[in-house]
């Protein structure tokens, strides 16, 4: 298993969203509580805290949904500029203990604290520090994992949550990892969880009876990282920059387009909402793929994306999304509930330009 001297801490605020607006609101607590879109406006649910999860509600269930399942569940818009405010709090105390902070959201993120000196140079302990701090300053509970990489520390973040805390030091890793559902590796989703069952694998001790030869043949080159992920290793390190891979437009409706026509004459809206952002950016990044996305009236979705070939006035080609999208409706032939639109993106910057990611961009 490999040891690398590290110590990564990973740091995941406990159903964060929600937890902001019980804290502004102390009548809600031991309610239901979620945050997202209306349910007679087609929304979706962003979060909710753990007494809305008793009744099976979670991120992204449509809130009409989430509603039938409990009735008595409170749906609160979202306020993102006052979870900015309390996320750029809680990564001032971050910056407290290290440089090296890679954030994924607005309440979760990596830090590397190899090299802290401070509580004595434990991770376990800088941890501890860590969410009583942020606990005291914000009145938000925190959830972290510690281990000598990424991969184990953000699963070892959900082990004991909410409130909690997991290490998983060097000599842990063998037995932690032997004992983790192959769904819990990064990368795998429901399909490749499904050739995984096929093959008799449902574990990470299943996983290590193939050898590296046998993973790679069957799933290139992420068979490779699957390899390692089923042994502990994850030699990633903690990325203190940031860019867009990707930059995309989605509308949900509040009634289903009914065919193909209909979703025709909704392209150009979205599209011109895509050339408005794109605009904004476009001296940094430069299009790769442009792509289709839609989501049907029964929850399936399908993306359609192809390399961008075409000039520069004919990036926002109205005529080309239309064609891709009638191509990735004919999939399914559906009503449809959700459109969007999108760019892949290579970076114009070279990696020394890069500037520090703006931690609390929109």
Known sequence: MQDTGRKIIHVDCDC?????????????????VAVGGMPDQRGVIATCNYEARAFGIHSAMASAYARKL??????????????????????RIFADYTDLIEPLSLDEAFLDVTDCDKCH????????EIRARV????????????????????????????????????????????????????????????????????????????????????????????????????????EVSWRRKSLSVENT???????????QQQV??????????????????AVSKRFVKIKFNDFTQTTLEELCALSEKELYSPDYFIKLATRAWERREKPVRLLGVGFRLHDLKPPEAQAQLELFES
């Open 70 to 91: 409990c009735p008595d569940l409170i749906i609160l818009k979202p306020r993102f500029d006052l979870y900015k405010t309390v996320s750029r709090d809680i990564h």
């Open 268 to 285: 150009p809206d979205v599209l011109d909402e895509l050339r408005v952002r794109y605009e904004k950016i476009r001296q940094e990044y």
């Open 121 to 128: 140079g434990s991770g376990t302990l800088i941890a501890r």
């Open 135 to 238: 606990k005291e300053a914000t009145r938000i509970t925190v959830s972290a994992g510690v281990a000598p990489n990424k991969f184990l520390a953000k699963i070892a973040s959900d082990w004991n949550k909410p409130d909690g805390l997991c290490v998983v030091t060097p000599d842990q890793i063998d037995d932690f990892v032997r004992q983790l559902p192959v769904r819990k590796l990064h990368g795998v989703g429901k399909a490749t969880a499904t050739r995984l069952k096929r093959m008799g694998v449902e574990t990470c001790e299943d996983l290590r009876q193939f050898s590296l030869v046998d993973m790679t043949q069957h799933f290139g080159s992420f068979g490779a990282r699957l390899y390692e992920l089923a042994r502990g290793i994850d030699q990633r390190p903690v």
């Open 253 to 263: 409706y509040d009634h289903d387009l009914p065919d193909i026509e209909a979703v």
């Open 16 to 32: 964060f969203y929600a937890s902001v607006e019980i804290r502004e609101n102390p009548d809600l607590r031991g309610r239901p």
